[in-house]
């Protein structure tokens, strides 16, 4: 055979072999979502709560300026919200700015400012916001933020507020303790005032007056840290949580199924 004749059936027979590959790679990609995706409705998987930590961490060890970093962050959120989308989750409550976190120096929290404005002012006009029903909450001292940033976040809310398919909480300048010193606050005026008797208070009571009344079913922390650094105290009462070595910006859907996984093994009694 001539050789061109041989080099052209070679190149066909390399160009079959790759296409088949990547049409067997999507398909095991495929199998693998609907796996956790039915796994997700199984276990009921409704409501996840994040600690989006790492981010400096991982712009140190690159050489790289710390909001440098919290830019990668906000890249991977846009992938994990996909990959929660894709798994049927109907509610992500993100701790993306503690209260603490303002204490930082002015330089850093100009740039995350800077970002929040960038992504926020996305969800204005994303269709996908608006296809699939998303209401966008900001839960938190959101009043000490930067006035144009406050701008930014009650226009989404307000495009938002009417949808009820699912839910994304945003927690800026959030605390669990202030939360809750909040909400006793609100609680203790309306005793003042005669609308609520001291000895009708209960946990819901309590409940309807903070800032989130949802629970998450599972809380993963990225970071390589073991703590829950005053994120939903009230909350995640009986939650899961999930602490992964990685720094936030390396975070894999692979990872999220993984957390699914073991989430499946574990018996959730509430108490029983």
Known sequence: MHKSIKKYFKKRNNKNNKESNNANKNNNTNNNLQESKKLAEKLGVKHIGVILDGNRRWARARGKKPWQGHKAGAKKLEQFLKWCDDLGVKELTLYVLSAQNMNRTAEEKEFLFKIFKEYFNKYKDDERIKKEQVKINFIGMVEKLPRDLKTIIKQVKDKTRNYSRK??????????????????????????????????ITMETVQKHLWLQSEPDLIIRTGNVVRTSNFLPWQSWYSEWFFLKKMWPDITKKDLENVLKQFAKRERRFGR
Request: include cysteine.
């Open 167 to 200: 839910v994304l909480n945003f927690c800026m300048v959030y605390g669990g303790r202030e939360e809750i010193t909040n909400a006793v606050k609100k609680i203790a005026l309306k005793v003042k005032k005669g609308i609520i008797d001291p000895a009708a």
